[in-house]
């Protein structure tokens, strides 16, 4: 079955780049997906890639998917206290219309960013 | 911007009782998944909807589980006979295409006693 894995846990000093890496196993996956969830609350979307991308940027994001190697990374730049959380890898194989199309996540890395 | 919306929030049951979770997915989606997390464990999948029907479950998702789209507006997961362990964060999705993203509601954490 499909496995989603991520190291478990990041610290980094406020105002550098975090990366967070995020490996998985299903060739087939055609959305990979980033989430973040704060404690106590739920999944926010962060941002989200598809299979056929190598790069996606948004504000202080980056993803960057080498397919080949079934490896994805969520950069985010100047990282802020305010990004302290639990940031979800999560792939999805369908696109097709008439399938509801489930979402397999990661075991979650918890960045701590410190002053 | 259109949310998902869970009631409870938070639902202390005695195992054994029946519970339902309640979801409000976004409008105009069409698709409907219950997720659960586990104190401290990875999301994981338990059911998608469509069309009123059960498109896939998880191997969680055993006879003491149920879906049920009962109006145009909400989406609910009954846990027929709760056990200790169903102890969890159970979250709602939805998304209007399998293609887009999915929305979450901030879940509901159901507490077995």
Known sequence: GEDVEQSLFLSVREGDSSVINCTYTDSSSTYLYWYKQEPGAGLQLLTYIFSNMDM???QRLTVLLNK?????SLRIADTQTGDSAIYFCAESGG???GTASKLTFGT???LQVTL | EPEVTQTPSHQVTQMGQEVILRCVPISNHLYFYWYRQILGQKVEFLVSFYNNEISEKSEIFDDQFSVERPDGSNFTLKIRSTKL???AMYFCASNGRPSQ???FGDGTRLSIL
């Open chain 1, 56 to 58: 996606k940027q948004d």
């Open chain 1, 68 to 72: 080949k190697d079934k490896h994805l």
């Open chain 1, 95 to 97: 696109a097709n219309t």
């Open chain 1, 108 to 110: 979650g890395t918890r």
């Open chain 2, 85 to 87: 362990e169903d102890s």
């Open chain 2, 101 to 103: 993203p999915q929305h």
